[in-house]
């Protein structure tokens, strides 16, 4: 918040019942849902630390992004103002260049950083003089220097007004022409406050607009046509005004209720989202200084989308903020924006040299100030760039050498028809294992196994059958492979890899679906003369199925042992289609999910092969005790059987 303020419309937000609440994206555990963990505290000394005036020399790095790697940080500086009181004799730069050095020396994949682009929120100074400019000019020096991809916005320290309002200290200095070798920068509107940056991270452009403290009608119909005019990148909104944090009833550092909901819009605030934010759909972020504490809310746009509007100030901390930064880690591997905010300057002192605030400010753990905001990046910008799906690929391209059965779903079968007694399920290797034989429970309905038309977005054909068995009472359809099929008298002595592609419903549950198989073989572990620890003689001799905590299971017999040798994967989540694997080298079998290896494999235990009985495989069904115990729900995509170890980019998702 603004010490002495011009602001036309009144500085507080607006405090009331009308907020709304964070909704996490299910998915993974873990996968952004929870706030980060602590970060190092430094004790508190009573030591002061002298600050220099002035400028200070650039970093030893260089810029050097990577635009290609799916992690990447937008770094955030708000307002310096305290650092830049020229009219007062006050100039403090040291800690906003020691940020600048941070910067450059953090970006690149190399860093962990990888910083692609800086925003700064406005209120460069606190007075909009020239004299505090000639200062802040030399400061950014530092940016333009190292070639940093970087932009401005004037807040209500730096101009007074609209943007309307001519030529300023502030045009003068951080205007558009700062930016004319700059390769982000991508336009102004006609009065020059209002900026547009593109820049690439993550493999794709990203739209970053930096607007007026004051925007008026003709500025925002600027920036209604700039995105207009690239429709298909996602947009990031910075300015210096939006939401402020509603803390009169907390203590701060912030304590009570949601931090995930702890802000209001102010009354300008809600002329932007009304004027820009709210009818496009490509705003999915904004920033604003202005407003301290810090504070965030989650809002719905017109097209029922999340809206992430968060405020970030520190002016009011110690040294005037000293220059700290926010750092959005976007991760699109882990479909997660992670935040934290440090003070490089603080960081760059020797510990037992920094004074007692100095300690406790070096990096904020507050949950305003340090958290995870999880994003499906895929799904929430679907509406203006979809993700073109991954083309399907013909299965001969899926017969390398080894292939002994390759199964598939895409035979143009309609969506949600039956799978009938007529419709075998071909054997694509050409080798004569095709699942031939239909099995139906007694009273199952006419539609206990169907196509579908639903699939892994790796997954070579595009299709899948829908299983919808269970056990009490024991009802569904499932699949044999044919009495003579060469699959059933295979041992695989040298290794084997069996993938399979599955999708396991919402509506799953373990009182009805423990313990299901997508592929087993018959026989039991008793006929075969097996043994020993762990031995069950009513089971199968080898089955990939899924316990009742949906925990991918393979439980085989080796040739060389009398008892069985266990791998096993964790909980799946539902509703999401998952690549499984167990690729044995001839002597250990490993499991693979979406090709990383899971931490229950049996490395100390030799497993050489698959005893047989020649007797079926099946597909869906779960033999035990010489009669049929569980069948498969869910979905099942592409399966493919290899007599070797494969890896992983020989795998069906490989690209």
């Given at each position: 918040m603004s010490r002495h303020s011009d602001d036309p419309t009144p500085t507080q937000p607006p405090k009331g019942p009308n907020r709304r609440a964070f909704l996490r994206n299910a998915g993974l555990a873990g996968a952004g849902a929870a706030a980060l963990g602590p970060l190092t505290a430094t004790s508190a000394f009573a030591s002061s630390t002298t600050t220099p005036q002035g400028t200070t020399p650039s970093g030893s790095g260089f810029w050097n992004p990577d635009t290609e790697a799916l992690q990447f940080t937008l770094a955030v500086m708000p307002d310096t103002q305290f650092l830049y009181w020229g009219s007062q004799g006050s100039i403090?730069?040291?800690?906003?260049?020691?940020?600048?050095?941070?910067?450059?020396?953090?970006?690149?994949?190399?860093?962990?950083?990888?910083?692609?682009?800086?925003?700064?929120?406005?209120?460069?100074?606190?007075?909009?003089?020239?004299?505090?400019?000639?200062?802040?000019?030399?400061?950014?020096?530092?940016?333009?220097?190292?070639?940093?991809?970087?932009?401005?916005?004037?807040?209500?320290?730096?101009?007074?007004?609209?943007d309307t309002r001519g030529a300023t200290p502030y045009l003068d200095t951080m205007g558009p022409q700062r930016f004319a070798n700059?390769?982000?920068?991508?336009?102004?509107?006609?009065?020059?406050?209002?900026?547009?940056?593109?820049?690439?991270?993550?493999?794709?452009?990203?739209?970053?607009?930096?607007?007026?403290?004051?925007?008026?009608?003709?500025?925002?119909?600027?920036?209604?046509?700039?995105?207009?005019?690239?429709p298909t990148l996602p947009v990031i909104l910075t300015t210096h005004e939006i939401a402020g944090s509603v803390y009169d009833d907390n203590v701060y550092p912030y304590q009570a209720g949601d931090p995930d909901d702890n802000a209001e819009l102010s009354s300008y605030g809600q002329t932007v989202w009304d004027s820009l934010i709210d009818a496009n759909d490509q705003i999915f972020l904004t920033l604003n200084g202005h407003y301290w504490p810090s504070g965030r809310l989650t809002l719905k746009n017109a097209a029922g989308h999340d809206v992430y509007v968060h405020a970030t100030n520190y002016q009011?901390?110690?040294?005037?903020?000293?220059?700290?930064?926010?750092?959005?880690?976007?991760?699109?591997?882990?479909?997660?924006?992670?935040?934290?905010?440090?003070?490089?300057?603080?960081?760059?002192?020797?510990?037992?040299?920094?004074?007692?605030?100095a300690a406790q400010e070096a990096a904020l753990t507050t949950p305003v100030d340090y958290f995870s905001t999880a994003i499906d990046f895929d799904q929430r910008f679907a509406g203006f760039a979809p993700v073109p799906s991954r083309a399907g690929r013909p299965a001969k391209e899926l017969l390398i050498p080894g292939t002994l059965a390759y199964w598939r779903f895409d035979a143009g079968h309609a969506n949600g028809s039956p799978v009938t007694a007529s419709q075998?399920?071909?054997?694509?290797?050409?080798?004569?294992?095709?699942?031939?034989?239909?099995?139906?429970?007694?009273?199952?309905?006419?539609?206990?196994?169907?196509?579908?038309?639903?699939?892994?977005?790796?997954?070579?054909?595009?299709?899948?059958?829908?299983?919808?068995g269970g056990q009490n009472p024991l009802h569904g359809a499932y699949l044999t492979t044919g009495p003579n099929a060469p699959l059933n008298t295979e041992v695989f002595?040298?290794?084997?890899?069996?993938?399979?592609?599955?999708?396991?419903?919402?509506?799953?549950?373990?009182?009805?679906?423990?313990?299901?198989?997508?592929?087993?073989?018959?026989?039991?572990?008793?006929?075969?003369?097996?043994?020993?620890?762990?031995?069950?003689?009513?089971?199968?001799?080898?089955?990939?199925?899924?316990?009742?905590?949906?925990?991918?299971?393979?439980?085989?017999?080796?040739?060389?042992?009398?008892?069985?040798?266990?791998?096993?994967?964790?909980?799946?989540?539902?509703?999401?289609?998952?690549?499984?694997?167990v690729v044995n080298d001839g002597k250990h079998t490993v499991m693979y999910i979406e090709g990383c290896p899971t931490v229950d494999n049996p490395s100390l235990i030799e497993s050489i092969g698959i005893t047989q009985l020649a007797l079926p495989w099946a597909l869906g069904g779960y033999e035990y005790s010489g009669a049929i115990n569980q069948i498969f729900y869910g979905y099942v995509g592409d399966i493919r059987v290899v007599n070797r170890p494969l890896s992983v980019d020989e795998f069906m998702i490989a690209s």
């Open positions: 403090n730069a040291a800690p906003q260049e020691a940020s600048f050095r941070y910067v450059v020396d953090n970006s690149g994949d190399a860093s962990g950083d990888n910083i692609v682009f800086l925003a700064h929120l406005g209120d460069l100074t606190e007075d909009g003089a020239a004299s505090s400019f000639q200062y802040v000019n030399k400061a950014f020096d530092v940016l333009d220097s190292n070639r940093v991809a970087y932009s401005v916005l004037a807040g209500n320290h730096d101009v007074s007004g609209y700059s390769p982000t920068f991508a336009g102004a509107d006609s009065t020059g406050y209002n900026t547009a940056h593109i820049f690439r991270a993550a493999g794709r452009e990203w739209l970053l607009l930096a607007m007026d403290w004051r925007t008026s009608a003709g500025g925002f119909a600027w920036a209604n046509e700039f995105i207009a005019a690239h009011n901390m110690y040294f005037g903020g000293a220059g700290k930064i926010r750092l959005y880690h976007f991760d699109l591997v882990r479909n997660a924006i992670d935040v934290e905010t440090i003070s490089p300057w603080i960081l760059d002192q020797q510990p037992e040299q920094r004074n007692y605030l075998p399920i071909k054997d694509w290797s050409g080798n004569g294992n095709d699942f031939s034989t239909l099995v139906t429970v007694p009273g199952s309905a006419d539609n206990a196994l169907t196509w579908s038309n639903q699939y892994h977005p790796d997954q070579p054909g595009h299709g899948s059958v829908y299983f919808t002595a040298k290794g084997f890899t069996i993938e399979a592609f599955v999708n396991i419903p919402l509506s799953w549950n373990s009182d009805d679906n423990s313990w299901m198989a997508v592929l087993s073989r018959w026989g039991e572990s008793g006929q075969a003369g097996k043994s020993g620890g762990n031995t069950d003689p009513d089971e199968p001799i080898a089955t990939f199925s899924f316990s009742g905590d949906r925990e991918p299971q393979w439980n085989a017999y080796p040739l060389n042992l009398s008892y069985p040798t266990t791998n096993w994967g964790q909980g799946l989540p539902e509703a999401t289609w998952w690549h499984v694997a």
